[in-house]
């Protein structure tokens, strides 16, 4: 059976996703204008839609998995669920209102009923005012929404936000709870199960997860292995192997790659040489 996989064809989810799926092992377009490409070596069939479409493709049963942003997921109240966050395309949907009419008290994390809210993603935020029993009219705006305030259609605006730059420039404030924390997922559809989509699910998570680590190579003498073994537990344990030099050993073991560097000054401090960082590309675990 061929398996259907959709990617994202453009914007800032694309690059990402194209990257994770060839150091998973899987064969890509080289071409940016083919909207279609099949991979024989795996069996598995490439399609290249807008990332708002491809939970509409893959619910409506067209598409077998797909990549996509948990936002778009979310706003298109479409039936494909999530099955495996990518840990790329990071992003924050927040509240955002003019500085005065936060000062004023005429906007508040307390203060949305009956107001008006610009957002480019409607689905989402109708599901965060159901969920607080707020009673609010909605703008729809496709685009950027962060002129609306200015140009009398709403009071306050949800938008994406990852750095807060472009909602400062616009004079706004954000405010209030972070009304969804997104990133990019692997979607299919709620009943959909096969081997080709575990192999897919498995390859994929083992590059996630390979990002997330490095292997750290290290000798000790004997008598401090204990101590190197409780800075370097790994995920199962080192593995730890003689060296020709007696009463040492070398040691390896993975490291999450935010904290290899505050493990490697521990480990030269208790009198471990040879350290050395290797990049995962790639791990069952």
Request: net charge negative; with cysteine.
């Amino acid at each position: 059976m061929t398996l259907s996989v959709a990617l994202p064809n453009k914007g800032a989810l694309a690059e990402d996703a194209t990257a994770i799926f060839r150091e998973a092992g899987y064969r890509l377009r080289n071409d940016a204008r083919e909207l279609s490409f099949f991979d024989s070596q795996n069996d598995v069939e490439f399609f290249y839609l807008r990332p708002r479409d491809i939970a509409t493709y893959v619910s409506a049963s067209q598409i077998d998995i797909g990549v996509t942003g948990r936002d778009l997921l979310i706003d298109s109240a479409k039936g494909a669920i999530e099955r495996l966050a990518l840990d790329f395309g990071h992003s924050e949907f927040r509240l955002a209102a003019s500085a005065s009419a936060l000062n004023n008290g005429d906007v508040s994390e307390n203060n949305l009923q009956g107001k008006r809210i610009a957002t480019a993603y409607p689905g989402l935020v109708r599901d965060f005012l159901s969920d607080k029993g707020i009673s609010a009219e909605i703008v729809a705006l496709d685009g950027a929404v962060e002129g609306a305030i200015k140009l009398g259609v709403a009071d306050l605006i949800v938008d994406v936000v990852a750095t807060g730059n472009t909602i400062k420039q616009a004079g706004l404030k954000i405010f209030g709870p972070t009304i969804l924390a997104s990133e990019a997922i692997l979607v299919t559809r709620p009943e959909f199960q096969s081997a080709a989509l575990d192999v897919l699910i498995r390859r994929v998570s083992g590059v996630v997860i390979a990002r997330k680590y490095v292997l750290v190579d290290y000798d000790i003498e004997k008598k401090t292995l204990e101590q190197a073994c409780a800075i370097t537990p790994g995920l199962e344990s080192p593995t730890v192997s003689p060296l020709q030099k007696e009463d040492w050993v070398a040691v390896r073991a993975m490291v999450k790659r935010n904290e290899v560097h505050g493990v490697m000054d521990k480990l030269w401090e208790i009198g471990a040489r040879g350290i050395l960082v290797t990049d995962i590309h790639s791990c069952r675990l």
